[in-house]
């Protein structure tokens, strides 16, 4: 079955522990990206990796980073969480061929910083 | 930049009533426009899209169509089931990019 697999799905941590949210998606798609979902805020975009190596800004990536060391991976690493990182965290691929317009998303992982 | 505005919730309706669910956009150029299904506890399932002027995208009895002259895509529905009750995000994605740019999210109730 073609999915986006995020673990942990829940997660509680402490202020300033490091901790790494991990993606894996099996239908070799290019794109990946990270989302938080906020109440109110909708939908806003972490960061995200054309491809193996290439990763980029989106809108609002300041206390996180993201690696792409293959194409299938894309984790997303808190290195000092802090409670304002509390949120429900989606990763999402995307093919980058011709008439590949949907994404697949995963179902979510849901991080409380106290 | 890109953005998208869509109607703030919650919207609570009976079963069978008519569903319209309003969005609109900023853009440059001619993106593609999506409506996504969040049901409870799972993640964003993609319902219908459009990547052209006067498309109009349908899937399970929820239609919108691409209208370029109003910037809109709203979302419809002729008989809602307690079934939809979830949030619907209205998004988009440019021409240039891969990036997709959300609307805050309506959240449907729909009662018996």
């Known amino acids: 079955e073609a999915q986006v697999t995020q673990n942990p799905r829940y997660l509680i941590t402490v202020t300033g522990k490091k901790l790494t949210v991990t993606c894996s998606q099996n239908?070799?798609?290019?794109?990946m990206s990270w989302y938080r979902q906020d109440p109110g805020l909708g939908l806003r975009q972490i960061y995200y990796?054309?491809?193996?190596?290439?990763?980029d800004k989106g809108d609002v990536p300041e206390g996180y980073k993201v690696s792409r060391k293959e194409k299938r991976n894309f984790p997303l690493i808190l290195e000092s969480p802090s409670p304002n990182q509390t949120s429900l965290y989606f990763c999402?691929?995307?093919?980058?061929?011709?008439?590949?317009?949907?994404?697949?998303f995963g179902s979510g992982t849901r991080l409380t910083v106290v | 930049g890109n953005s998208v505005t869509q109607m703030e919730g919650p919207v609570t309706l009976s079963e069978e009533a008519f569903l319209t669910i309003n969005c609109t956009y900023t853009?440059?150029?001619?993106?593609?426009l999506f409506w996504y299904v969040q049901y409870p506890g799972e993640g964003l399932q993609l319902l219908l899209k459009a990547t052209k002027a006067d498309d109009k995208g349908s899937n399970k009895g929820f239609e919108a169509t691409y209208r370029k002259e109003t910037t809109s895509f709203h979302l419809e529905k002729g008989s809602v089931q307690v079934s939809d009750s979830a949030v619907y995000f209205c998004a988009l994605r440019g021409r240039a990019g891969y990036a997709l740019n959300f609307g805050k999210g309506t959240s449907l109730l729909v009662t018996p």
């Open positions: 999402a691929s995307r093919g980058t061929g011709i008439g590949n317009y949907g994404y697949t």
């Open positions: 239908m070799n798609h290019e794109y």
């Open positions: 853009a440059t150029g001619y993106p593609s």
């Open positions: 990796s054309m491809n193996v190596e290439v990763t």
